[in-house]
Structure formats: structure tokens, C-alpha cells
């Protein structure tokens, strides 16, 4: 049990289409950075948000967006779906005391 | 941006032996992480190493931070089959989000 969930664990969607994928964790996890894993790469940061507010981004398009609640959920949300953007995501959550990310289980997202 | 390179990108070997996975980095990072992925799955937090000289050890698997060459390895001591998965080293992108810089991974298989 790491104190990071992520659901759910395996989405298909059809190209053109929107997804949301949501992660929750522990209290004191107050920065939750999302990352994507295509096959056989290393993940590639997305963006990262600390007490509601997103405070950096990677390489990714506008349409991947997110969002964090006060209840330290987040949620990962691609429109327009292509079929590149298949692969596993994977949120990270971090306690500011900590130097620790700890990464949920990750959703696989398969864009035919 | 920071790089992080490792090799080898695959390393095949035999039970009992001895090795070591290589973790180069392009620019300082404030410290230096290494995770095992199994396939299919997450990211498992193996070490967080935070200054130059730093050496942690789990198991059969002891890492180490060499700063000024901005280097670490992962050296893996008389291997067993349990320790096939795919090893990646991450630093710090710098910043207000201390995003994670991943390597490629280098995936290990030992064989009996």
C-alpha cells in the first residue's frame, strides 16, 4: 500500500475522444505531479500542481490539463485524444517533508 | 534541461554474479533517484540519494552518487532471478516543481 491510487487501472478510447483519469492520496501529500509512459521509455512529466494551483508543466499540448481538489485528489484530463497518446500514466505524490515521490499504480490508456 | 543517460540499455546475466548499471546526468541535480519497475507495473522507490559521496544499500543492490563526475551506479551483488525488472535512475529537473528527469531504464534479466 502506498497511499497513492489511481483510477482506473485500464481505459480504451477511440482517437478524437476526452479522458479523465484521477488519482487520490494520503494527507500531507500537498504536490502531485502526473507522467506519462509510453512503451519501453522512461515517463515524461507532465505538469505538477502543489495546494491547488499548477506550478509547471512539461512538453505536453493544452489539451492535457489537470486539476487538484482540497482533498489532495487530482485529476488528469486529455481531449482530443490521438493515438499517440497511448500509455501508462502515473501520478506521484510527494509529502513536503519528504524527498520521496511515491507513484500510484498508474492507469493504461489505449487510444485505437 | 537536464539529461540523464544510463546504460546499459539491457543487460542479460547469469545468476551469482556481480554488475553495475550506470546513471550519467547532463547538469546538477540536487539529488538522484532510482526506482525498479516490474512489467506492466508502477514505479517502486528503491534509493534517494541527496549528497556527493552518498551510498545506500538494500539487499543485494547498493547505490552510490559521485556529484562533481554527475554520475551514479546501481551495483547489483550476486544476482537472483527475483531482481529482473527494468531500473531507472531519475534526477531533479531544477525548478519550483523539482520535476523528475528520467533515464531510459535499463531493463535486467537474470537468468538461472
Known amino acids: 500500500e502506498t497511499g497513492v491510487t489511481q483510477s482506473p487501472t485500464h481505459l480504451i478510447k477511440t482517437r478524437g475522444q476526452q479522458v479523465t483519469l484521477r488519482c487520490s492520496s494520503q494527507?500531507?501529500?500537498?504536490?502531485v505531479s502526473w507522467y506519462q509512459q509510453a512503451l519501453g521509455q522512461g515517463p515524461q512529466f507532465i505538469f505538477q500542481?502543489?495546494?491547488?494551483?499548477?506550478?509547471g508543466r512539461g512538453n505536453f499540448p493544452p489539451r492535457f490539463s489537470g486539476l487538484q481538489f482540497p482533498n489532495y485528489s487530482s485529476e488528469l484530463n486529455v481531449n482530443a485524444l490521438e493515438l499517440d497518446d497511448s500509455a501508462l500514466y502515473l501520478c506521484?505524490?510527494?509529502?513536503?517533508?519528504?524527498?520521496?515521490?511515491?507513484f500510484g499504480s498508474g492507469t493504461r490508456l489505449t487510444v485505437v | 534541461e537536464l539529461k540523464v543517460e544510463q546504460n546499459p540499455l539491457f543487460l542479460s546475466m547469469q545468476e551469482g554474479k556481480n554488475y553495475t548499471i550506470y546513471c550519467n546526468y547532463s547538469?546538477?541535480?540536487?539529488?538522484l533517484y532510482w526506482y525498479r519497475q516490474d512489467p506492466g507495473k508502477s514505479l517502486e522507490s528503491l534509493f534517494v540519494?541527496?549528497?556527493?559521496?552518498a551510498v545506500k544499500q538494500e539487499g543485494r543492490l547498493m547505490a552510490s552518487l559521485d556529484t562533481k563526475a554527475r554520475l551514479s551506479t546501481l551495483h547489483i551483488t550476486a544476482a537472483v532471478h527475483d531482481l529482473s525488472a527494468t531500473y531507472f535512475c531519475?534526477?531533479?529537473?531544477?525548478?519550483?516543481?523539482?520535476?523528475?528527469?528520467f533515464g531510459t531504464g535499463t531493463l535486467l534479466a537474470v537468468q538461472p
Open positions: 506521484a505524490a510527494r509529502d513536503g517533508e519528504l524527498y520521496g515521490y511515491t
Open positions: 494527507s500531507g501529500h500537498n504536490t
Open positions: 500542481y502543489y495546494r491547488e494551483e499548477e506550478n
Open positions: 547538469t546538477t541535480s540536487d539529488r
Open positions: 540519494l541527496l549528497s556527493n559521496g
Open positions: 531519475a534526477g531533479v529537473g531544477g525548478g519550483a516543481t523539482n520535476k523528475l528527469i
